[in-house]
Protein backbone atom coordinates (compact mmCIF):
# COMPACT_ATOMS: atom_id res chain seq x y z
CA UNK A 1 0.00 0.00 0.00
CA UNK A 2 0.97 3.54 -1.07
CA UNK A 3 1.20 6.31 1.90
CA UNK A 4 -0.30 10.14 0.74
CA UNK A 5 -0.52 12.90 2.83
CA UNK A 6 -3.83 14.36 2.42
CA UNK A 7 -4.37 18.24 3.03
CA UNK A 8 -7.82 18.94 3.65
CA UNK A 9 -9.82 22.41 4.25
CA UNK A 10 -9.90 22.91 7.93
CA UNK A 11 -13.57 22.97 8.22
CA UNK A 12 -14.35 19.58 5.88
CA UNK A 13 -11.49 17.20 8.11
CA UNK A 14 -13.55 19.02 11.31
CA UNK A 15 -17.23 17.75 9.21
CA UNK A 16 -15.59 14.45 8.64
CA UNK A 17 -13.84 13.93 11.72
CA UNK A 18 -17.38 14.36 13.34
CA UNK A 19 -18.94 11.68 11.18
CA UNK A 20 -16.42 8.89 11.81
CA UNK A 21 -16.57 9.74 15.33
CA UNK A 22 -20.79 8.81 15.14
CA UNK A 23 -20.06 5.71 13.10
CA UNK A 24 -17.17 4.44 15.26
CA UNK A 25 -14.60 4.45 12.54
CA UNK A 26 -11.34 5.97 11.60
CA UNK A 27 -11.27 8.79 9.37
CA UNK A 28 -8.31 6.46 7.43
CA UNK A 29 -11.10 3.59 7.00
CA UNK A 30 -13.44 6.80 5.88
CA UNK A 31 -11.31 7.36 2.95
CA UNK A 32 -10.60 4.70 2.31
CA UNK A 33 -14.42 3.65 1.76
CA UNK A 34 -15.23 6.47 0.45
CA UNK A 35 -12.48 6.89 -2.45
CA UNK A 36 -13.43 4.05 -4.35
CA UNK A 37 -17.31 4.69 -4.19
CA UNK A 38 -16.70 7.63 -5.82
CA UNK A 39 -13.53 6.48 -8.56
CA UNK A 40 -16.71 4.03 -9.40
CA UNK A 41 -19.30 6.16 -10.29
Known amino acids: MTSHTLN ?3 QLQK ?3 KL ?3 Q ?3 L ?3 I ?3 VPEKVAV
Do not use: C, D
Request: hydrophobic content about 60%; charged content about 15%; cysteine-free.
Open 32 to 34: LWA
Open 8 to 10: LPV
Open 15 to 17: EAE
Open 20 to 22: VAL
Open 24 to 26: GIS
Open 28 to 30: HRF
